[in-house]
């Protein structure tokens, strides 16, 4: 991919500077508020699942952590990303690896695990003619339940998982976390404005069993069409402050 193929987009007040395919797969306003509903603590080690250009991981970088493993099954995709990772100066705490995430395996134990999976079903409504983004939109490559099952592998016994999904598959993702033997602890409706429905639904989940804790929703815009003060704040990157 040559540099007429790509965008550079800078995030958090030019603290984070992104490469994104001019045509292909690019990411929407759902990366930054997964990004800002994670926390990750020092010497804590992530691993995404499907990482894309990068871009979350990237964000997640202003943070004090021990590293991320982001991993992505499409080549073009892992290259840009560790060009990100170049670029931005992180490749002592990002390590992208290209595979696929149901083959994926590691020798160690993360204390988080997190991802913005696709979010149709195969076959679901019309399919990007763009393999790249076919790929990413839709469960071609793995589905909702091979993201828990290889979740529950992954992250250790008092670890934390992330997840962003359409608010339509709420009912589908609560059976797949039980079956991953996964407990949901945290959850946040985000909304497009006030008097829409919900679009996205913001997960914290874990092996632990608790009380739900239901966090106040969140709008991005205002009854005037305005970025609230909130999501502004969740953009430049003080969202999990």
């Known amino acids: 991919m040559n540099q007429n193929e790509e965008t550079l987009d ?68 892992a290259h840009l990303a560790k060009k990100n990772v170049q670029i931005n100066n992180l490749e002592e705490k990002i390590f992208v690896v290209c595979a696929d995430i149901m083959n994926f395996s590691s020798r160690r134990k993360f204390e988080v695990v997190f991802s913005n999976p696709p979010y149709f079903r195969r ?9 790249e983004k076919a790929i990413a939109k839709y469960e071609i490559k793995c589905d ?15 670890g934390r998982a992330y997840f962003i999904y359409p608010v339509q598959r709420q009912e589908e993702l609560a059976r797949a976390l039980e079956r991953a033997g996964l407990k949901l602890n945290r959850l946040r409706y985000v909304y497009p404005a006030p008097n829409c429905s919900p679009r996205f639904l913001l997960t ?17 815009l205002d009854e005037k069409g305005e970025i609230t003060p909130e999501a502004e704040k969740i953009y430049g990157g003080k969202g999990n402050d």
């Open 10 to 77: 800078h995030f958090y007040h030019g603290r984070i500077l992104v490469y994104q395919p001019r045509k292909g797969y690019r990411f929407a306003v759902d990366a930054p508020l997964l990004a800002g509903f994670i926390h990750l603590y020092p010497d804590e080690w992530a691993c995404e699942l499907g990482t894309g250009s990068g871009i979350i991981s990237l964000l997640l970088s202003i943070h004090f952590f021990g590293g991320i493993v982001a991993v992505e099954i499409q080549e073009k995709l």
């Open 123 to 131: 076959g679901q409504g019309r399919m990007s003619p763009t393999r």
């Open 144 to 158: 909702m339940m091979g993201i828990m099952t290889k979740t529950s592998e992954l992250l250790c016994s008092k």
């Open 204 to 220: 914290q989940c874990s092996f632990q069993a608790g009380e739900l804790v239901e966090e106040p929703p969140l709008f991005l």
